[in-house]
């Protein structure tokens, strides 16, 4: 079994920066499983943010997705933060046929 903890979001001011982290456990071999970053925003359908092959258009040149294998770690760097990013994000880790999520964390950006 997966266990997925999702940390780093956070109040921040627009035009700012915010890294997230998503930390694997269990029984994965993490180096060899697809990682990938989603949003849900209120009242909005759950959105793909970024895999290591591609982005949405929305946070092309902004986000940047990476990961650390020694770690069983994925990462997601968020610059020069917009209002229209506030959401929920969730990391989400496939091995195989499955796919795992953790809780999510919450990314403000207000000023």
């Known amino acids: 079994q997966v266990h997925l903890v999702e940390s780093g979001g956070g109040l921040v001011q627009p035009g700012g920066s915010l890294r997230l982290s998503c930390a694997a456990s269990?029984?994965?071999?993490?180096?060899?499983?697809?990682v990938a970053w989603y949003r849900q925003a209120p009242g909005k359908q759950r959105e793909l943010v970024a895999t290591?092959?591609r982005y949405a258009d929305s946070v092309k040149g902004r986000f940047t997705i990476s990961r650390d294998n020694d770690k069983n770690t994925v990462y997601l760097q968020m610059n020069s933060l917009k209002s229209e990013d506030t959401a929920v994000y969730y990391c989400?880790?496939?091995?195989?046929?499955?796919?795992?999520w953790g809780q999510g964390t919450q990314v403000t950006v207000s000023s």
């Open positions: 989400n880790v496939e091995n195989g046929p499955i796919s795992y």
């Open positions: 269990g029984s994965i071999s993490f180096r060899f499983a697809a």
């Open positions: 290591m092959l």
